[in-house]
């Protein structure tokens, strides 16, 4: 958000496709890096390619509604889920994947401030949205060498590229902005929560290398989401149509949900980002890159390693704690195409 000009009047629609990407392989047990991890070669590497068909219909110039249809890409690679290669006995990486069409949300926001106002320097909206468990959340795929005698098995891949969390959600959110005294500058801000009370979905993880033959069923846990932005925005008076931003980015999956249980394996995390990006309007079309750098990670310690570590402490100073690969930075990318309801707009003139 930086000007008004995100403002559809009636009966406009705006078309968007939105691009995402990251690559993690950068493990962190609480805020501490297992920088060992990439030296040995075990570190778990997740590629993430995410498009989103997103449109927007304006009821009016207060209210808007939007759907995304999202589709992913995942591409994981790993030892530990694999088992060792039966030519040569050694341990081996291999990739599991996961595509298709991942939750499906629907929203409607409001502009809470009179947007028919000449000389507007500011507004904000407020918004609430549904998410649909539209995505599988049991996709499967081949894991090599560990079924019985190394035989290959085919299972449901990993929950960090499962295509959907196979809860429904509700969303809460807000946006804003605010011209400051220089014409040039705006200061914006953007808080999503998504709200899940859905407890837990029962699937077997994967065949235990151990014991084949009696894999281990896992309850995995339907988590909450958050993401918070803020900034500042410059357009440049020599660039028409050009804008510069630079903010910060923190996001991740809570510990606990906002309501209901919290039960089932879950990998809780966040991650604090600087969060440099530009938009270019020209005419009716939009584009936007950002690439948030991550500064901070934390993969805090979930319910689960918790309940664990009441049962079974473990040597002292080396608490029950699970890790969780992250990324470097992330990749956005948005082309938007506004069509305009010349009909309204002509009345207004």
Not at 64 to 79: C, G, I, M, Q
Not at 122 to 151: H, R, V
Not at 201 to 219: E, F, G, M, T
């Amino acid at each position: 958000v930086s000007s008004g000009n995100n403002v559809l009047d009636k009966g406009d629609m705006q078309i968007g496709l939105g691009y995402r990407y990251f690559h993690s392989y950068k493990h962190f047990r609480g805020t501490e890096e297992e920088i060992y991890r990439v030296d040995e070669g075990t570190d778990v590497r997740n590629d993430v390619n995410a498009f989103d068909l997103i449109y927007t219909y304006g009821i009016n110039q207060q209210w808007s509604a939007t759907v995304d249809l999202p589709y992913t890409f995942n591409y994981r690679s790993s030892k530990y889920e694999h088992g060792n290669d039966p030519a040569t006995g050694v341990d081996v990486r291999k990739a599991t994947h996961s595509n298709g069409i991942g939750d499906i949300r629907l929203q409607a926001d409001r502009w809470m401030l009179d947007t028919y106002k000449e000389n507007l320097k500011g507004n904000f909206s407020l918004g609430a949205g549904i998410k649909f468990p539209t995505g599988n959340f049991a996709f499967q795929d081949t894991f090599y060498y560990i079924g019985n005698e190394g035989a290959n098995v085919f299972k449901e891949v990993d929950q960090s590229i499962q295509l959907g969390d196979g809860g429904w959600g509700f969303s809460l959110q807000t946006q804003g902005y605010a011209q400051l005294e220089t014409e040039q500058w705006f200061v914006y801000y953007s808080i999503y929560y998504l709200f899940t009370p859905g407890d837990t979905l029962s699937w077997q993880k994967r065949v235990d290398k151990i014991d084949p033959a009696n894999p281990p069923a896992v309850n995995y846990s339907i988590p909450d989401q958050f993401l918070i932005r803020g900034g500042f925005t410059y357009s440049p008076s020599r660039f028409a149509g050009m804008a510069f931003n630079l903010g910060f980015r923190f996001e991740g999956i809570p510990v606990t949900d906002a309501f209901g249980e919290t039960n089932g394996r879950r990998r809780p995390g966040k991650v604090a980002a600087i969060d440099p990006g530009a938009t270019y309007i020209a005419g009716n079309h939009i584009f936007s890159l950002s690439v948030p750098i991550s500064v901070y990670r934390n993969r805090t310690q979930s319910v689960q390693d918790i309940e664990r570590q009441q049962v079974d402490p473990g040597p002292p100073g080396d608490p029950r704690h699970g890790d969780a690969a992250f990324s470097d930075y992330t990749v956005f990318f948005n082309y938007s195409y506004r069509l305009f309801n010349k009909k309204h707009h002509d009345m207004m003139e």
